[in-house]
């Protein structure tokens, strides 16, 4: 399991505080006995950071658009957790390994739903980018990409795994590419559902995990987590309840003020008030 901790660094009042997202889920992590299947990543490398003080086993992963870096621009980034990317050259691979993640998940290119047929498209991630990373000890798994053309490119880069909607379209290319690929999860290259592969099923959903568990060509099941206001570690996408997602059906209790709970803060919800939602 990839597990995406979503803290909103940009707007830090949207989401629950950082160090209880990061302690929340070290112990949901530690009471399911998954510390040695689970890796923890996030655009917040300040999570990161202090998860690698809070729980030390974990494998950190960076993820990163690039505008989150803030390369050039005076002070730190919100984003890093008080780094800032300047001190290190402009560069992330450098500054990711001074707080000990393993791997670097950056968007793979510009418009990030871009594709490298489309005439305008910049790639980010390069040939010479993985080098680099794999230099210094650290893989390469760029996100989100769902087209044959884009992840050919990516493998041609020397990344060590993908993050995508479609595993089957990859597993595939894969397969044609002469890659050693056994029939579960041990892959030597790294398949990873997009919450959970919202291409097939409703995404974050039990049906998602369950499709994707089912199915031979997926390695990792990627995710995102909330903590509600109670202190519970849930698995959606979003900092708010996403009407396009998620109904309302009736209050937790009668008068409940909070509700309707559409569009309301995760943060701000209890456990027992998220439930009620279809």
Not at 78 to 101: C, E, H, N, Q, T
């Amino acid at each position: 399991l990839n597990v995406e901790t979503k803290v909103e660094a940009g707007a830090p009042a949207e989401t629950a505080p950082r160090e209880q997202f990061v302690r929340i889920t070290a112990a949901e992590v530690r009471a399911a006995g998954l510390l040695r299947q689970v890796t923890i990543q996030s655009f917040d490398w300040g999570a990161l950071r202090l998860m690698r003080r809070v729980e030390p086993r974990l494998p950190l992963v960076a993820l990163t658009n690039y505008d989150f870096l803030q390369t050039g621009q005076p002070g730190a980034s919100p984003w890093l957790g008080g780094l800032d990317i300047d001190d290190f050259g402009g560069d992330p691979i450098r500054a990711i390994r001074s707080f000990g993640a393993t791997t670097f998940s950056p968007v793979h290119g510009f418009p990030q739903n871009g594709t490298v047929g489309d005439p305008a498209y910049r790639p980010y991630v390069t040939g010479e980018m993985v080098r680099h990373a794999h230099r210094n000890g650290i893989k390469v798994v760029p996100w989100t990409v769902n087209d044959v053309p884009t992840m050919a490119k990516l493998i041609d880069d020397g990344v060590d795994g993908i993050i995508t909607d479609y595993p089957d379209r990859l597993r595939t290319l894969l397969g044609r590419r002469g890659f050693r690929l056994p029939p579960a999860y041990a892959s030597p290259f790294d398949i990873q559902a997009h919450r959970g592969g919202k291409a097939t099923r409703p995404e974050n959903t039990l049906a998602a995990f369950a499709h994707s568990l089912a199915n031979p060509a997926i390695s990792t099941l990627e995710l995102d987590t909330g903590v509600t206001a109670d202190g519970q570690l849930i698995v959606l996408h979003d900092r708010t309840i996403n009407g396009s997602h998620c109904a309302d059906t009736a209050p937790v209790r009668p008068g409940d003020p909070e509700f309707p709970y559409v569009g309301k803060l995760v943060k701000d919800l209890t456990l027992a008030q998220i439930r009620t939602l279809d």
